[in-house]
């Protein structure tokens, strides 16, 4: 029987090894800068994109260690992605994970240069390894205009406005989803996956992240402040309409729980170690009960 | 005899037409976002950094092409890193070469999301030609915390204190002088330069950045409003100590010199054309008068 929280405990272990390595803690010069990357970076994140990065190394059959760098560097792009996102130009956030966000307690500027010296260090981390310039496209793509930026500007665009259906697709796609997809195929390409791997393991990404996403506004609506670590109900606050608000959680669990069902469905066929990609597409949906 | 004028115009021309064709103007979406990146990319920028690219891929033997989307990575860098250190909690700057900062025109949080977008786009960019690897790392190391990130942080955290020469030298070497270097190196990688020919266009780049921004601080005290398109004596103003301040005008003028003189012989040996590299030194220093 495959243990999901002990597997997690010790993949987490080894990207905060190579974490701390990148980002130093010596007092190397701008000591202040590195303090405030690590501040964000050490905030008790769950290291999802990681985690599915290196278990999908192993689904087709790669070892985890090639992959750890690469999962190093999912994580400094999401934390960049959380730190500019919180600002108080942006969602104005004070708490991210029940400590105070990045800019209350290192200053905006501080934030805003700690978010892109995260965002540039993912890019140095990939480069230097084998398929470099492959995995800084794969990155580049998943976060840039087309990707997660230009998924955070429809995000606050669509504000105090009534978006429909599609555009809250869209929205979650560029913002969460093609993060999520390309870790896991950044993941396969590391362990040289095939074609039709790299297809599957894409698929899969997609039907998580899309899920991912649904149970992040489900929790919005239903969780309380201690456990969600940030004001509750910021969403309906701020007139964000989430999925979940627009077809209601019940019928948002449901959703949730097929594209799960399609992704663990999805990955069957591969003929690595597919335990830990199956559990952690379970684990995104039992968080929303 | 060598024509700079001609020779900037042309290429200025090509990168301009890379730079079009990667940040769309067709209403692709997020249409308002691509709109922002190009109010700051197409805002009458010298397009240094592309410039020495180029050149120093012709100085080694190499022919301008497959620079080309090299030199347009290297002026997203660059116009993001504008973008952010005009934002009101870097140095809060209302004008960049006579028109309004982005955050003025486009508002706060689309400034930062294009910055963000810019320094994405340009990894993209390097990404997806023959040497990605490589040059995604160069650029990389040039631009995170310990270049120009960190030289933007230190730059800040000195503001209203007197910094000492090695510290003044330390921030123009993070803030400047590595991303010059790197635009060197860059387009030395691109022609498959030798490890000796990379050398010699690293230590041009240095002596040229160094130069460069020495010559900025001349003109930030020289210069009247109109001639440099933003508030004259910002720095005074902030209590920024810069190198012209600390040892005077003139002698920062023969410093700057000397320092071009350096890099123009340290070109002379490479076997391509080396007069755009030579002709762009001297321009830099011309600045000053």
Do not use: W
């Amino acid at each position: 029987m495959f243990d999901l929280t002990q597997y997690m405990e010790e993949r987490r272990r080894q990207v905060h090894a190579v974490l701390s390595r990148c980002v130093p803690d010596d007092g190397e010069h701008p000591a202040i800068l590195h303090q405030a990357m690590r501040y964000s970076l050490f905030n008790g994140g769950k290291r999802f994109r990681p985690l599915l990065c290196m278990a999908s190394a192993e689904a087709v059959g790669g070892s985890v260690e090639p992959a750890l760098q690469v999962a190093a560097a999912l994580e400094c792009l999401h934390t960049y992605s959380l730190i500019h996102d919180d600002l108080p130009a942006m969602d104005d956030d004070d708490l991210r994970r029940g400590r105070p966000t990045l800019h209350k307690q290192f200053g905006e500027a501080n934030a805003i240069l700690a978010g892109d010296s995260l965002l540039t260090l993912a890019f140095e981390l990939l480069a230097d390894t084998p398929h470099g310039g492959r995995l800084c496209l794969e990155l580049a793509r998943a976060a840039g205009s087309r990707g997660l930026a230009g998924g955070q500007f429809e995000d606050l665009a669509s504000e105090g406005g009534t978006p429909d259906r599609e555009q809250l697709v869209r929205i979650h796609t560029n913002k969460t989803g093609k993060l999520i997809s390309a870790s896991c195929r950044m993941g396969g390409i590391v362990a040289q996956a095939t074609s039709s791997d790299l297809d599957a393991l894409d698929e899969y990404g997609r039907s998580v992240g899309l899920a991912f996403q649904i149970v992040d506004d489900i929790l919005n609506i239903t969780s309380d402040a201690d456990t969600l670590g940030k004001s509750v109900g910021s969403d309906a606050a701020r007139e964000k309409v989430t999925y979940a608000a627009l077809v209601g959680v019940e019928a948002a669990r449901s959703e949730a729980e097929s594209l799960v069902d399609k992704a663990v469905d999805r990955v069957t066929q591969l003929h690595g170690t597919t335990d830990p990609l199956k559990a952690l597409a379970r684990y995104v949906v039992e968080r929303a009960y």
